[in-house]
C-alpha cells in the first residue's frame, strides 16, 4: 500500500494543478470541464490508495453511480427526473425558439419603466430566480436585458457586476440553481446532514436573500452614477444556434460528474487536515474562489464531516468572493464574455463590493456564535 504522505502530496499537486492551470494554460481554460474530469479521475485514483478507517475510498459502483446521476437526478415533478442540466437545456431552448417575442418583451418593458426600476428589479429577481432557472441562464437573461437599456459603458459594467453578485448568491438555494449547490447537496446527502431539495435554503436563506436585495440598490446606486455625462448606447445580443444550447447543458454535465469525482478524491485531505480548521480560517481562505470557480473549491472541501458552522462558512466566502473576479463564478465568465468586459474593469467594482461584502458576511455568520 503506498503511504498516505505520499497519496496526499499527490492530491495538493492535483490541487494545485487545479489553481493555476486554467490561468497558465489557455487550452485548459477553454476546455475547463475536461481538465477538472481528468483531475477527478486521477484524485479518486490516489485516494483509493490510503486507507482510511471506516470510510470507502477510491473507485467504487456508487461513486460511478452518483457521478453520472447528480447532474440529472435532484427531485422529480410528476415522474419525471428534474436536475440542473435538464433545466439549463430546457431554459435555453425557450430562450432559442421564442427569442424574438422575448425581445420584444423587454423592449416593452425598457419603454414603460425607469431605469432604477429596471436595474433594481433584474438584480432582484434574477438573484432569486436564478435558483430555478439555474444562475447560467439568468446570466444569459442578464445580458439579453442589459443590452436593451440605455447605458453608458461603466453603467453597463456596474450593473453586470452587481447584477453577478446577486446571481450568484441567489443561486445556492436550490440544487437546481449552480454546480455549487448541486455537488454540496449530493455530497451531503447521506448523515449527518441528510441534505434534501431545500437543505442549502434552510441554511442559507437568512444570509442570501437580504443580501440579494442589498446588491439590487447597490446597483441602482453605482449604475446611475456611472450613466451620468455621456450619451448611453444600447447593444444587441446574438441569438445562440440549437448547437451551442446543447454543448452547454453538456458541459454543465462533465463539470458535475468532474466535481463529484473531485469532492470523493480529495476525502483524505477533507478528513486529515480540512475538518480541523476552525470555521474562521475556513472563511478566509476560501477568498481564494476570487481566482477559482467556487464550484470546484466546494467540491474539494465540503464533505459530511464538516459541521454546518463550518459549511456556512466555506459556502458563504466561496458565494462572495467569487463575484470578486470573473473567473470566481459562472455567471461571471458568461456575462463578461457576452458583453466584452475585461478582468481590469470587472476587478475594479468587483473588488471594491466584494471585500466590505466579505466583512459584514464575516460578522453575520460569526458574532451570534460569540454572542
Avoid at 497558465?24 to 481528468?38: G, M, Q, S
Avoid at 440544487?175 to 441528510?194: Q, R
Wanted: proline share 5%; net charge negative.
Amino acid at each position: 500500500m503506498v503511504s498516505e504522505l505520499v497519496v496526499i502530496a499527490g492530491l495538493l499537486v492535483v490541487f494545485a494543478a487545479i489553481l493555476t492551470g486554467p490561468f497558465r494554460v489557455p487550452a485548459v481554460e477553454h476546455n475547463l470541464e475536461v481538465f477538472l474530469l481528468i483531475a477527478g479521475i486521477v484524485a479518486l485514483t490516489l485516494s483509493g490508495l490510503v486507507v482510511i478507517p471506516g470510510v470507502e475510498t477510491g473507485w467504487s459502483l456508487e461513486i460511478m453511480e452518483e457521478a453520472l446521476t447528480a447532474p440529472l437526478y435532484i427531485t422529480d415533478i410528476f415522474g419525471i427526473p428534474i436536475g440542473i442540466v435538464q433545466v439549463v437545456l430546457l431554459v435555453g431552448l425557450i430562450l432559442y425558439v421564442w427569442h424574438a417575442p422575448i425581445q420584444r418583451g423587454i423592449a416593452m418593458m425598457v419603454s414603460h419603466l425607469s431605469l432604477n426600476i429596471m436595474i433594481f428589479s433584474l438584480i432582484v429577481v434574477l438573484g432569486l430566480v436564478s435558483s430555478i432557472i439555474s444562475a447560467i441562464i439568468a446570466s444569459i437573461i442578464l445580458v439579453e436585458v442589459l443590452c436593451a437599456l440605455p447605458l453608458q459603458r461603466k453603467a453597463q459594467v456596474a450593473a453586470t457586476v452587481a447584477a453577478c453578485f446577486s446571481i450568484g448568491l441567489g443561486a445556492v438555494l436550490t440544487p437546481l440553481g449552480e454546480p455549487l449547490s448541486t455537488i454540496v447537496v449530493s455530497k451531503l446527502a447521506g448523515p449527518p446532514h441528510f441534505a434534501d431539495f431545500f437543505y442549502l435554503f434552510d441554511l442559507l436563506a437568512v444570509y442570501i436573500i437580504p443580501g440579494v436585495v442589498a446588491f439590487g440598490i447597490i446597483g441602482v446606486v453605482i449604475t446611475r452614477k456611472f450613466n451620468e455625462g455621456a450619451d448611453a448606447t444600447t447593444c444587441e445580443v446574438r441569438r445562440e444556434s440549437i448547437r451551442e444550447v446543447l454543448l452547454r447543458a453538456v458541459r454543465v454535465y462533465i463539470f458535475i460528474v468532474a466535481l463529484v469525482l473531485l469532492g470523493e478524491g480529495f476525502k483524505p485531505l477533507i478528513l486529515n487536515y480540512v475538518i480541523y480548521i476552525p470555521s474562521e480560517g475556513l472563511y478566509w481562505v476560501n477568498t481564494v474562489s476570487a481566482v477559482l470557480d467556487n464550484a470546484t473549491l466546494a467540491a474539494a472541501e465540503v464533505g459530511p464531516a464538516l459541521s454546518d458552522l463550518q459549511i456556512k462558512a466555506v459556502l458563504m466566502s466561496l458565494l462572495v468572493a467569487g463575484g470578486m473576479l470573473i473567473p470566481g463564478n459562472i455567471p461571471n465568465i458568461i456575462a463578461a464574455g457576452k458583453l466584452k468586459i475585461t478582468s481590469r474593469e470587472w476587478a475594479g467594482l468587483g473588488i471594491i463590493l466584494g471585500i466590505p461584502a466579505l466583512l459584514i458576511y464575516f460578522a453575520a455568520v460569526f458574532l451570534p456564535v460569540y454572542l
